[in-house]
Nanobody
C-alpha cells in the first residue's frame, strides 16, 4: 500500500506560479511511476504529467507542456509539479497517483491516489 498526500494548492492570479507536492509513504517510492491529474467542475479527470520511477522519463499533456514541470526526489519520497504561467482554465482539483508498473498517461493504470488539492486561478 502507498499513501499519497498532496499539498501546495491555493489561489493564484493569472500568470502566477504554484508548486504542488505529493508526499508518499509505504513501500519503496522509487519503484513507482508517478502521475498528476486534474479535474475541473463538471469535467472528466484529465492527465497532466507523469514521471518514471528513476525520474528519467517524463510525459506531459500537450496543453501543459512548457508551462508545467514534473520532478521527484526519491530520497524524500516526494513528487512535485511546478506550474508556471497559470491560466484560469487550469483551475481544478489536482491529484497525484502512483503506478506500480510503468509510466502511463491513463488514469486507469494508476493504483493509488491522493485526496487532491484545489488550485484556483483567478484575479
Amino acid at each position: 500500500q502507498v499513501q499519497l498526500v498532496e499539498s501546495g494548492g491555493g489561489l493564484v492570479q493569472p500568470g502566477g506560479s504554484l508548486r504542488l507536492s505529493c508526499a508518499a509513504s509505504g513501500r519503496t517510492f522509487s519503484s513507482y511511476a508517478m502521475g498528476w491529474f486534474r479535474q475541473a467542475p463538471g469535467k472528466e479527470r484529465e492527465f497532466v504529467a507523469a514521471i518514471s520511477g528513476s525520474g528519467g522519463i517524463t510525459y506531459y499533456a500537450n496543453s501543459m507542456k512548457g508551462r508545467f514541470t514534473i520532478s521527484r526526489d526519491n530520497a524524500k519520497n516526494t513528487v512535485y509539479l511546478q506550474m508556471n504561467s497559470l491560466k484560469p482554465e487550469d483551475t481544478a482539483v489536482y491529484y497525484c497517483a502512483a503506478d506500480e508498473r510503468s509510466i502511463s498517461r491513463g488514469s486507469s493504470e494508476y493504483d493509488y491516489w491522493g485526496q487532491g488539492t484545489q488550485v484556483t486561478v483567478s484575479s
